[in-house]
């Protein structure tokens, strides 16, 4: 079964507005975290922000914020203030627990627009 | 440099060749992991290193893949008797010792692998 379901493929977001990727998880796995990573065109992955299972706050970078609705199992990032510099493919992971890998989604494309 | 160091970026060779990918871990990173990512998908997991030891070699693909580490840290990924589908970037990661959920894994920049 998907542990990670990013169900939006592509983006447009104007320049200097807000934009927000969605995430949805699965686990049985009572300790977890959550993780984006922002991959531009050339390639890198960026880890951008983490979230654990039980942070009872939202976690904050900059300006990425993530949006933990643990009932709902969503970790939606949240990104203000778009710049041109954020046209990029960005990944939701997970860690649980009791494993050692990061399981990614299939990425979000955002472009931003001037 | 201070980041994941992976050679080579880009590699071209025919299909059946024996190719070689190398990882070298930020400094003091004990654990290391491969991943593969095709065309405009995510990353699936390969192998992942402890120290020298891979307790988990559950994502490679076919008795073809192979991976070793020395001294722990380089990191060798083999991949015998290429096949077109084997296309793909392989990425490598790093991560501080400690198996909490909270360690962010460290990337590099990947080696492209384009078979023929």
């Known amino acids: 079964a998907q542990k990670i379901t990013q169900t939006q493929p592509g983006m447009f977001v104007q320049e200097k507005e807000a934009v927000t990727l969605d995430c949805t998880y699965d686990?049985?796995?009572?300790?977890?975290?959550l993780f984006w990573y922002k991959q531009p065109s050339s390639g890198e992955m960026i880890f951008l922000i983490y979230?654990?299972?039980?942070?009872?706050q939202n976690a904050t970078e900059g300006r990425y914020s993530l949006n933990f609705q643990k009932a709902r199992k969503s970790a939606n990032l949240v990104i203000s203030a778009s710049q041109l510099g954020d046209s990029a493919m960005y990944f939701c992971?997970?860690?649980?627990?009791?494993?050692?890998?990061?399981?990614f989604g299939a990425g979000t494309t955002v472009t931003v627009r001037a | 440099g201070a980041g994941v160091s992976q050679s080579p970026s880009n590699k071209v060779t025919e299909k059946g060749k024996d190719v070689e990918l190398r990882c070298d871990p930020i400094?003091?990173?004990?654990?290391l992991y491969w991943y593969r990512q095709s065309l405009g998908q995510g990353l699936e997991f390969l192998i992942y290193?402890?120290?020298?030891?891979?307790?988990?070699k559950s994502g490679l693909p076919s008795d073809r893949f192979s991976a070793e580490r020395t001294g722990g840290s380089v990191s060798t990924l083999t991949i015998q008797r290429t096949q077109q589908e084997d296309s793909a970037v392989y990425l490598c990661?790093?991560?501080?010792?400690?198996?909490?959920?909270?360690?962010?894994?460290?990337f590099g920049d990947g080696t492209r692998l384009s078979i023929l």
């Open positions: 290193f402890q120290g020298n030891s891979a307790p988990d």
């Open positions: 400094s003091g990173h004990t654990a």
């Open positions: 990661a790093s991560s501080s010792p400690g198996v909490q959920p909270n360690q962010p894994q460290h």
């Open positions: 979230q654990g299972s039980y942070d009872q």
């Open positions: 992971a997970m860690r649980e627990n009791n494993d050692y890998k990061l399981s």
């Open positions: 686990t049985s796995d009572p300790s977890y975290g």
